[in-house]
């Protein structure tokens, strides 16, 4: 790892995890369990505000597009933590237990929409070998996700338990996809370049989509059938996304690192 303290961030937010697991896994009373649950998310997903921030930082001025490609991850891991921060705040202080198609959810879909952004600017700015397929690949996302929406609003409709937070939580899905496809359609071409701590940090952010993907549709699950509660294990899923993310901006703030020291005499 080196002495750049590169990996601090990681090493923080790992250390939380650790926490958080055995806190869930082991039953601990340290507390109220909507104050622990939600603190120890709430510290990791600000710990991946400020990592990607330190990326943000350290990319030199002259490169414009990538700062502001940058710019829109930066957003969108802050929507994410603030949709973790008003959960927070429902849950604890104004005793809310139906999160769902509020703020959060608000705040959330926005934190998507910057994300998509953010990948198809590092599409155009050169990361891919091609800069014409990314619109496919949107649709493509669209067609998938639409077809799995489609059939998941039927079924629920034909049931009668069509509800507007199942649309809300299968809309999480059709996110997600669009978004994995465009990473993949990123990191393909990075797999020739012999530039491994790029093509790692993506395969991380990468990773943290299908992450976040399985959590969605788990939790889609587990709101159907109101099992959901803070502190449940799924919770340690939505944290890994959030730790994917800080190992993808360590490596990046690595290399950043490596690449601004002088050459050895």
Same mark, same amino acid.
């Given at each position: ?171 999480? @899905? $059709? !996110?997600?996809?669009?978004? %994995? /496809?465009? #990473? ?7 797999? =020739? ?42 919770? @340690? $899923? !939505?944290?890994?996304?959030? %730790? /994917?993310? #800080? ?7 690595? =290399? ?10």
């Amino acid at each position: 790892m080196g002495d750049d303290r590169s990996y601090n961030f990681l090493i923080f937010a790992v250390v939380v995890f650790i926490v958080q697991a055995i806190w869930i896994l082991f039953d601990l009373n340290l507390g109220p369990e909507p104050i622990i649950g939600n603190v120890l998310i709430c510290l990791i997903s600000f710990t991946a505000v400020i990592a990607t921030f330190k990326v943000h930082k350290s990319i030199p001025k002259n490169f414009s597009k990538e700062k502001t490609a940058l710019l829109f991850l930066l957003s969108a891991i802050i929507l994410f933590f603030l949709g973790d921060l008003n959960c927070f705040i429902e849950e604890v202080f104004l005793n809310s237990t139906s999160l769902i198609g509020g703020l959060s959810d608000i705040l959330w879909f926005g934190a998507y929409m910057c994300a998509i952004i953010s990948i198809i600017f590092f599409i155009l700015i050169g990361f891919s070998s091609s800069r014409k397929g990314f619109g496919a690949v949107i649709l493509l996302g669209l067609i998938f996700g639409g077809v799995l929406l489609y059939y998941s609003v039927y079924d629920s409709l034909i049931n009668g338990t069509l509800t507007f937070s199942l649309i809300v939580q299968e809309m999480y @899905l $059709v !996110y997600d996809i669009i978004l %994995l /496809l465009l #990473i993949i359609y990123l990191v393909h071409p990075l797999m =020739s370049m012999g530039q491994k701590s790029i093509f790692y940090s993506w395969i991380s952010l990468g990773l943290s989509v299908i992450t976040i993907a399985v959590y969605d549709f788990i939790f889609a699950g587990l709101s159907k059938s109101d099992s959901y509660y803070t502190g449940h294990p799924i919770d @340690l $899923v !939505y944290s890994g996304f959030y %730790l /994917l993310i #800080i190992l993808a901006c360590s490596i990046k703030i690595s =290399s950043l690192n490596k690449r601004g020291k002088p050459a050895p005499k």
